[in-house]
């Protein structure tokens, strides 16, 4: 991978002004980080949105939406279509969170049909896929993967990938197991996170061919300022995805700096 990818999901937290002044104090903190080796990319509220694509430092920041519906328009109470995230003018979003998935009851189908709609808007598509507990003790984990993985992009050509996949990926991966997110979340282990990160990877080749291996994947789930260098550090493992743990942005820029630290030390 040519860079490195940092995000957070900033979930149901932060009003407008606390987003912003975390996205001004994130920018300035990490402003002398060369945005040609790493990417980050932050999650607010959809009410925070407008107000976030305004901040000074804009071009050091990736924005998206937290999820969207599938249509462009339409008797959808409560949805947010494809052409209002562009309205905005961003160009990211977020699809099938585990908490989207499992407190929303949203289906694999329903996932795809969001990635397709993604694409179509050039919104570049962070697929959101993970095992849950259960699953996980009934040795289920890479099929639950494989299914996400292969629903969710579902309908995905040869000649869409090679488009989607030619210099700046346009699709990507975040594996976070349910088990290992948020307060009551366990995190993975590193072993544990880079063998589903391969299992992830081979399935992506399987889908895509080596076209497959341009994908970033990155990991999310009880991130924190003790695993995160030893999961980068990791041959399959092409970003973090944060939550509580990048909230602050003091905290956070830190976490990234040892992360860019580690890696160059590894050469
Ligand atoms: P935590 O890092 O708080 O476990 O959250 C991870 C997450 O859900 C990011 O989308």
């Not at 490195?4 to 975390?22: A, P």
């Not at 040795?139 to 579902?154: C, K, N, P």
């Not at 889908?207 to 300022?225: A, H, K, Q, T, W």
């Not at 980068?232 to 942005?249: E, H, K, T």
């Amino acid at each position: 991978m040519d860079k490195v990818y940092f995000g957070t999901n900033l979930k149901m937290y932060k009003n407008i002004q606390d987003t912003v002044s975390y996205l001004n104090e994130l920018t300035e903190l990490t402003k002398d980080l060369d945005r040609s080796k790493i990417e980050l990319f932050v999650i607010p509220s959809y009410t925070s949105l407008p107000d976030a694509v305004k901040i000074e430092n804009r071009s050091l920041v990736r924005l998206g939406a937290q999820n969207m519906g599938w249509e462009e328009q339409g008797q959808f109470t409560g949805e947010i279509s494809p052409l209002m995230l562009n309205e905005l003018g961003l160009d990211m979003v977020m699809i099938g969170h585990s908490e989207r998935r499992h407190v929303f009851r949203e289906t694999d189908q329903e996932e795809n049909k969001k990635v397709l709609c993604a694409i179509q808007h050039h919104l570049d598509a962070l697929l959101c896929i993970g095992e849950t507990e259960e699953e996980k003790e009934y040795g289920l984990s890479d099929e639950v993967l494989r299914t996400q993985l292969i629903a969710g992009f579902h309908g995905i050509t040869s000649a869409m990938a090679e488009q989607l996949l030619e210099g700046e990926p346009k699709i990507r991966v975040a594996y976070e197991p349910v088990w290992a997110i948020g307060v009551n979340g366990k995190p993975a282990s590193v072993e544990y996170a880079e063998e589903k990160h391969r299992v992830i990877k081979a399935c992506l080749v399987d889908l895509f061919g080596e076209l497959g291996n341009r994908i970033p994947v990155l990991y999310g789930g009880s991130v924190n300022p003790q695993n995160a260098e030893p999961l980068i550090a990791q041959d399959s493992i092409d970003g973090l995805f944060v939550g509580r743990s990048a909230w602050n942005a003091g905290p956070f820029n830190t976490l990234i700096r040892s992360c860019l630290k580690r890696l160059s030390t590894e050469g």
